[in-house]
């Protein structure tokens, strides 16, 4: 009976694990399947570039600005979540603090 706690708490955390792996697995495939042609991506070493052909298990990218085209496995590229060089959208909270207007300290002349 006193080994009861110690039980449920390592089948609790093997659930949560199990719970968890699945998870990841599932967004790794959304990730994988989001891979069309067209599509700007990062490699895993850093490089950006866009897909010009999909294939079954790998995926070929054209580096820009010299058009090299570099064949990489799927699982080494991610889409960009956003443009290169475009700042994030400013928070709700930042807008209006932009928005209030400065006061000015008056000036000594």
């Given at each position: 009976?006193?080994?009861?706690?110690?039980?449920?708490?390592?089948?609790?955390?093997?659930?949560?694990?199990?719970f968890?792996?699945?998870?990841q697995?599932?967004?790794?495939?959304?990730?994988?399947?989001?891979?069309?042609?067209?599509?700007?991506?990062?490699?895993?070493?850093?490089?950006?570039?866009?897909?010009?052909?999909?294939?079954?298990?790998?995926?070929?990218?054209?580096?820009?600005?010299?058009?090299?085209?570099?064949?990489?496995?799927?699982?080494?590229?991610?889409?960009?979540?956003?443009?290169?060089?475009?700042?994030?959208?400013?928070?709700?909270?930042?807008?209006?603090a932009?928005?209030?207007?400065?006061?000015?300290?008056?000036?000594?002349?």
């Amino acid at each position: 009976m006193q080994y009861l706690p110690i039980i449920l708490v390592f089948a609790l955390m093997i659930g949560m694990s199990f719970f968890s792996q699945r998870k990841q697995k599932k967004q790794l495939q959304e990730r994988l399947d989001s891979l069309r042609v067209g599509v700007t991506v990062r490699t895993a070493g850093g490089f950006v570039g866009t897909i010009a052909a999909v294939m079954e298990d790998s995926v070929i990218v054209e580096l820009n600005p010299d058009k090299v085209r570099v064949e990489l496995l799927k699982g080494a590229v991610a889409p960009l979540e956003q443009p290169l060089n475009q700042p994030e959208e400013a928070l709700p909270e930042e807008e209006a603090a932009e928005e209030a207007p400065a006061q000015e300290e008056p000036t000594e002349e």
